[in-house]
């Protein structure tokens, strides 16, 4: 087996090449491949091959997918840019003759109202008409979305929003990394499988505050905010309205129920219960 994962350079992309690693997959049949020198650098100390990718210059792609099985796509993040960018590392893929494509996609993508969902469907079609064998891994949230939370709440006590009640069933990148290094390990079994990976617990912003009262040791409160309050706010502190607005829509998403509640289809993959929130704030002070 040989698998190329795009987008090693970044959190999910690392921890998976350390996920296959641990499984005994061979560190030559893995080819780590992104823009990121240095941290491709890293990877290739501990014996991973590596391939500096473009995916805005398609034709750094084909020395890097060439002779390879199966192609990891974790998906971009750039509005406006990930669906060229996804295709041409679908197009690329099917020039090398990469048989089996995973791709980390999101919550429900081809029936939510995720604001952030619609790259994501059309990349799951694109798919479909390649007439490549695929895997869709539909991640729902990290905890680690929430580092910004957590520095609020350590620096005033408080941390805003405009969630409301709404559920937020997330799990660890490394719980998700963990899922997709299952998948790769033996992607003939999981071949044509949408699966919709969540935590196993869902927990609601007012919780996500007593949660961070007990890791920080001081009291911290969630501030519910209109979704205008919250978009004010966010300028405020310095985001571009455009970033304001797309925030403040994810949590009006998670606000109408569009995360909903744990399927248990993360924990069917990796073998073992989704880590808890509390640990990895934890790690993350």
């Known amino acids: 087996m040989s698998v190329v994962i795009v987008g090693a350079t970044g959190h999910l992309g690392r921890l998976t090449v350390e996920e296959l ?20 650098a890293a990877l290739a100390e501990r014996g991973v091959r590596t391939a500096r990718i473009d995916l805005d210059d398609p034709a750094t ?15 971009t993040s750039e509005p406006g840019r990930r669906l060229p960018q996804h295709r041409a590392a679908v197009e690329a893929a099917a020039a090398a003759g990469i048989g089996h494509i995973v791709y980390t996609s999101a919550p ?14 059309a990349t799951e079609e694109l798919l479909a008409a390649s007439g490549i064998t695929h895997t869709i891994l539909r991640n729902n949230w990290y ?30 990148r490394a719980d998700f990394a963990a899922a997709a290094a299952a998948v790769l390990a033996d992607p003939a079994a999981h071949a044509g499988a949408v699966y919709e ?26 501030k519910d905010l209109s979704t205008a309050e919250h978009i004010a706010a966010l300028v405020e502190a310095g985001l571009d309205e455009g970033t304001a607005g797309f925030v403040a829509a994810l949590d009006g998403n998670i606000r109408d129920g569009a995360l909903e509640e744990p399927t248990g289809g993360l924990r069917r993959l990796t073998g073992r219960p989704s880590t808890p929130i509390a640990d990895t704030l934890r790690d993350l002070v």
């Not at 997959?25 to 893995?30: G, S, V």
């Not at 990976?197 to 969630?222: F, I, S």
């Open 21 to 40: 690693l641990e499984r005994g997959t061979p560190a030559e049949a893995i080819v780590a491949a992104g823009r990121d020198a240095e941290r491709l």
């Open 61 to 75: 792609l084909a020395p890097a997918f060439a002779g390879a099985d199966t192609l990891l796509l974790i998906s």
């Open 108 to 121: 429900r993508a081809d029936d939510t109202v995720l604001v952030l969902a619609p790259d994501h469907k």
């Open 143 to 172: 905890h680690e979305n929430y580092v910004s939370a957590l520095h609020q709440a350590r620096d005033l006590g408080v941390f805003i929003g405009s969630a409301g009640q709404g559920r937020v069933p997330s799990a660890a």
């Open 197 to 222: 990976l969540t935590g196993d617990t869902a927990w609601t912003y007012p919780e996500l505050a007593q949660t961070l009262t007990e890791v920080l040791g001081r009291e911290v409160v969630y």
